[in-house]
């Protein structure tokens, strides 16, 4: 919201941190930046500068649940957003007990971020998916064939829009063999339901994850 504080602590060499420098500086907002992640510090934090909103992926919330300090006035904080993976029922339990909404995204650097968001509303009937696409983009699910599968049916996820990329840097074969008739194929495999909510269900592409890059 307009006038918010924002505690970042992602690396900014990630879409989803860079998109919120860049949704911070659209919306008026001030941005607070962390050197690291420090569970108990960021509570601190939080309580320091009254921090409203900040991202943190599922492992952060672990921690930052363990390391909670009821002594410390936390209560600024409205809403956390989290990716990577869903965030398990307890958690999600817990941190509306604090008072603190948690909307669940997935999305991808080619995406210029989010793809689909699972607002706190929706976290706990339809927990383990990944929400609705955004209103700008179009998603669908499709069979090895370029065939649009019908909700329930698990395939490739395929997105287009104005915040896809219009193709990767000097590599022309990629680029042709990614984008087919405007719609960018992630390499993800999920499926639709009835009411055009994601599940994400396995990787098409495999690739090495070392650090957590």
Not at 21 to 34: D, E, H, S
Not at 37 to 58: E, L, N, Q, S, Y
Not at 114 to 130: E, N
Request: overall charge negative.
């Amino acid at each position: 919201r307009p006038g918010d504080k924002y505690f970042n602590v992602m690396p900014l060499f990630h879409v989803a941190s860079l998109a919120m420098v860049n949704i911070c500086l659209a919306r008026r907002c001030t941005m607070v930046l962390g050197r690291a992640f420090d569970p108990a510090g960021t509570w601190k934090t939080i309580a320091d500068h009254r921090v409203d909103a900040m991202m943190a992926v599922p492992a952060m919330l672990q921690a930052m649940d363990a390391t909670f300090d009821p002594s410390l006035d936390t209560s600024s904080l409205r809403v956390l957003s989290s990716g990577a993976a869903p965030v398990p029922l307890p958690l999600l339990e817990r941190f509306h007990e604090l008072g603190i909404d948690i909307v669940q995204g997935y999305g991808l650097t080619e995406a210029g971020g989010a793809v689909a968001v699972l607002d706190a509303a929706d976290a706990v009937t339809h927990l383990g998916s990944a929400g609705k696409a955004l209103l700008s983009l179009e998603l669908r699910i499709e069979d090895e064939d370029g065939n649009e599968l019908p909700p329930g049916e698990p395939g490739e996820i395929v997105v287009r829009g104005p915040s896809i990329t219009t193709g990767y840097w000097q590599l022309p074969e990629v680029t042709a063999e990614t984008i087919r008739d405007g719609w960018f194929h992630t390499g993800d495999l999920g499926a639709l339901d009835e009411e055009g909510f994601l599940t994400i269900r396995d990787r098409l592409k495999d690739m090495l994850i070392s650090g957590g890059e």
